[in-house]
């Protein structure tokens, strides 16, 4: 097991370096634009946009430049510098990273408890109207945009400008250590926004897992023994909730990259909306940041889900 | 002590009379089983014969209330010392289950939840009736998997289905039904799913367990040798019905139904002279939903006539055995004679034609 993770850690450490070359060739070999030109300013003389070209290193050739990044990366934990305001890519990032994560983290708990027990029910209570209706609510949450969805609970529930003011709307998010009840307050329209489409998903998934499982031999076997109803729905839930559960981490691992238009739609200043400013401003350091951090939370998030599963499933053996 | 015979037996510790269970469905009802009577007396063995199908699992389901949440309609008696379980509470139902009726099924593997540990599976069953604390139930494990055969139970209690080999599974599987020291055990085609070598060695387990114990066991199977090993009493179904009951040796010595022929022909023998063909029983078993009409079994029948597809055929006692009952239209006569002649080696048509019966009707 343990020799397992680590050779997974190490196939991760070699993927990040694939995609630093690949955020490399995309962002330096075919540029948008010289970024030096956009670090000069305005009308810069042409000695200074040589310097700045010096400085930055754009003159030396492409392998040397890779490898200087590299050994930053790797070495000094140093992703370079905005080209906009001289800022170091990292610590852009950790100042942006714990609205995202706040923001992920909360709307993953909310939509894998509504998820999975609007699921459960569903199942139980097949054909009802209950069922009907909550599958109906999946399908319009899982249809829905979800920048839609925000725009519709910011016009209903919001402070400013929503028909009944009851939410802090957009623009309010404050860190956690900042103001906990702000913190909490701001962010219950996003997580809800983020997690409606998750937790249709999730509860037609387990409703469906579910239904499958008490068809089981195995749980006719429960029955047998005379074990209460409520015990062997456990154990047919405890068997259905494996796939579920393993998903969790590749979602969240995606969201932590940057959900994008949550961030920009409840304007909080996450890495979402990090990557998507240094996109429009062709800032290539910071692209090349958060898309290393996009890709190293997504191999994390799988060997994650690898080592849940084992544990989870005894049947499954590493090898 | 027949298994079918309407005789009301006081000893009888489970009693079926005219049991009906129909599955509602959008082509029309499944008449699973369709007016069965038998009984089992305590410390003896009925087994139930009969193709997929036949209605032999869905009637013991029934007799544990499994089938009442697919909405099956149920209708006739099933008596467990006296008592009408159809009548039951489902909690009721409950604490009889796995209590004093255990069932123990076919695929082990499939049957044993694959996420849990085979003693949390074994001290469920111990927890859920008695009020025995955890760590007696475990011990109490660790002694049923011994008792059943398997060695090193302590260190087998902790492991995970899969980690079992298919023998030692349906081991675990009559531990857990044994868990409780049930009255009745309903072993569902226990066999089926094992290599020929562990087969045997299960059959030989539940006959010492069963001395040991005194419980009756109902053995459903398809596999005539199985019943021809367990059986103190058989009876064949057929379509949900059952078409002949008798003691264990008379339906090998003297079968009267062509079906029960059937059974006993398509299994090759040791004994048998090598060149001997099988006869296999033509056909596919009939549907459920519309079934053939008169003798549920004319359209697969060799010694068929034109009034058995309209005359429905009911369960009899032969003149001369009373504990032998047989659904058939055939005559006692015909009937033994054919079944001499199928004994002496010949196949049904020359049977058919030295008999002097009409044969057109027939496959």
Known sequence: ???????????????????????????????????????????????????????????????????????????????????????????????????????????????????VSTGIISALRRHTLLDRAAMGTALVAISAPEFWLGLIFLFLFANDIGKVHLLPGAGTYVGLTYDPGKWFTSLIMPWVTLAASGAAVYARLMRGSLLD??????????????????????????????????????????????????????????????????????????????????????????????????????????? | MSAGAPSPDGEALLRVEDLHVEFPGEDGNVHAV????????????????????????????????????????????????????????????RSIRGNEIAMIFQDPLSALHPLYR????????????????????????????????????????????????????QRAMIAMALANEPKLLIADEPTTALDVTVQAQILALMEDLQRELGMAIVIITHDMGVVAEMADDIAVMYAGRIVETAPAALIFSAPEHPYTWGLLRSIPGLDRPRGEALVPIPGTPPSLINRPSGCHFHPRCAYSQPEHERVDPALEPLPDAGEHHVACLLSVEVRRQLWRELQAGRRPQEAIADVGLAGEAGP
């Open chain 1, 1 to 115: 097991m343990v020799r397992y993770i680590i050779r997974r850690l190490l196939w991760g450490v070699f993927l990040l370096i694939v995609v630093c070359a690949l955020t490399f060739v995309f962002f330096r070999i075919f540029p948008t634009g010289n970024p030096a030109i956009l670090r000069a300013g305005r009308d810069p003389t042409k000695g200074h946009i040589e310097e700045i070209e010096k400085v930055l290193g754009l003159g030396k050739p492409l392998y040397t430049q890779f490898w200087d990044y590299l050994k930053e990366v790797f070495f000094h934990f140093n992703f370079g510098y905005s080209y906009y305001n001289s800022e170091s890519v990292v610590s852009l990032i950790r100042e942006r990273l714990p609205a995202t994560i706040s923001l992920t983290l909360g709307a993953a708990l909310l939509w894998i408890l509504a998820g």
């Open chain 2, 118 to 169: 085979v003693g949390k599976q074994l001290t469920e069953t111990v927890l859920t009736h008695g009020r025995a604390s955890k760590r007696q139930a475990r011990e109490r494990a660790v002694e049923l998997l011994g008792l059943v055969g398997i060695p090193d139970p302590a260190r087998r209690v902790d492991m995970y289905p899969h980690e079992l080999s298919g023998g030692m599974r």
């Open chain 2, 34 to 93: 369709d007016g069965i009577t038998y009984q089992v007396a305590k410390g003896r063995t009925l087994g139930i014969v009969g193709e997929s199908g036949s209605g032999k699992t869905v009637s013991s389901l029934t007799t544990l209330g499994l089938t009442r949440r697919q909405g099956a309609k149920i209708s006739g008696k099933i008596l467990f010392e006296g008592r009408d379980l159809l009548s039951c509470s489902e909690e009721e139902m």
């Open chain 1, 213 to 319: 499982t008490m068809n089981e031999d195995y749980i006719r076997t429960a029955r047998a023994k005379g074990l209460p109803e409520r015990a062997v729905v456990r154990q047919g839930v405890r068997s259905s909730i494996n796939p579920i559960v393993t998903l969790l981490p590749l979602e969240i691992g995606l969201l932590l990259g940057g959900a994008v238009l949550i961030e920009t739609v409840f304007d909080i200043h996450g890495v979402g909306r990090l990557a998507y400013e240094s996109i429009s401003d062709s800032d290539f350091a910071v692209i090349q940041g958060t898309v290393l951090l996009a890709a190293f939370f997504i191999i994390v998030s799988n060997i994650l889900v690898d080592v849940l599963y084992a544990y989870l499933d005894p049947r499954v053996r590493f090898s």
